[in-house]
T-cell receptor, first 113, second 117 residues
Framework: DGGITQSPKYLFRKEGQNVTLSCEQNLNHDAMYWYRQDPGQGLRLIYYSQIVNDFQKGDIAEGYSVSREKKESFPLTVTSAQKNPTAFYLC????????????FGDGTRLSIL | AQKITQTQPGMFVQEKEAVTLDCTYDTSDQSYGLFWYKQPSSGEMIFLIYQGSYDEQNATEGRYSLNFQKARKSANLVISASQLGDSAMYFCAMREFYGGATNKLIFGTGTLLAVQP
């Protein structure tokens, strides 16, 4: 079955530590996205990529970094510069075409120890 | 700036009844798209329905329909014959053209729906 796989499901970070969240898709989608969701709130866009080796900042990119070396993969690194990283992180992908919905992974819950 | 507003933080509905979840939007674009997603307590986001700004008919998808009123800038989701499994958070989202990413979305804050037996 085609889909988006995020790992791990739960992640704990110590202060001052960088962590990387994995996102892989086998839908052959061009575009990929990372969102952050805080309790009781909607999704906010961190980074997005429309094509391999290219990505753009979203609304809350500070303290995060991404790479897009392969079409299937779009990992997100939460750096120590992100002062409040505890949140639910969702990865999505879509065909970069009008009207195409974004398909989401199951998410990663990140907590600070 | 483009914006999505969902004014109902939470709603109750009796099983088998219909329910309407409100969504209003603000955009200066002539061409845009509106999406509804369902988020169960497990966290995944499930795509429900899409409405394009130039679509003449209201979108329908099984028990879901979208009441699209362009002049009022509203795109309400109607769920008919509610089921217990419909209990979830529901998000309205709009496609934004910023930066040329034709499918970049902005989301509302969501409505928590509880279906009562």
């Amino acid at each position: 079955d085609g889909g988006i796989t995020q790992s791990p499901k739960y992640l704990f970070r110590k202060e001052g530590q960088n962590v990387t969240l994995s996102c892989e898709q086998n839908l052959n989608h061009d575009a990929m996205y990372w969102y952050r969701q805080d309790p009781g709130q909607g999704l906010r866009l961190i980074y997005y990529s429309q094509i391999v080796n290219d990505f753009q900042k979203g609304d809350i990119a500070e303290g995060y970094s991404v790479s897009r070396e392969k079409k299937e993969s779009f990992p997100l690194t939460v750096t120590s510069a992100q002062k409040n990283p505890t949140a639910f992180y969702l990865c999505a992908s879509s065909r970069d075409r009008e009207g195409q919905p974004q398909h989401f992974g199951d998410g990663t819950r990140l907590s600070i120890l | 700036a483009q914006k999505i507003t969902q004014t109902q933080p939470g709603m109750f509905v009796q099983e088998k009844e219909a329910v309407t979840l409100d969504c209003t939007y603000d955009t200066s674009d002539q061409s845009y798209g509106l999406f509804w997603y369902k988020q169960p307590s497990s966290g995944e986001m499930i795509f429900l329905i899409y409405q394009g700004s130039y679509d003449e008919q209201n979108a329908t998808e099984g028990r879901y329909s979208l009441n699209f009123q362009k002049a009022r800038k509203s795109a309400n989701l109607v769920i008919s014959a509610s089921q217990l499994g419909d209990s979830a958070m529901y998000f309205c989202a709009m496609r934004e053209f910023y930066g040329g990413a034709t499918n970049k979305l902005i989301f509302g804050t969501g409505t928590l729906l509880a279906v009562q037996p």
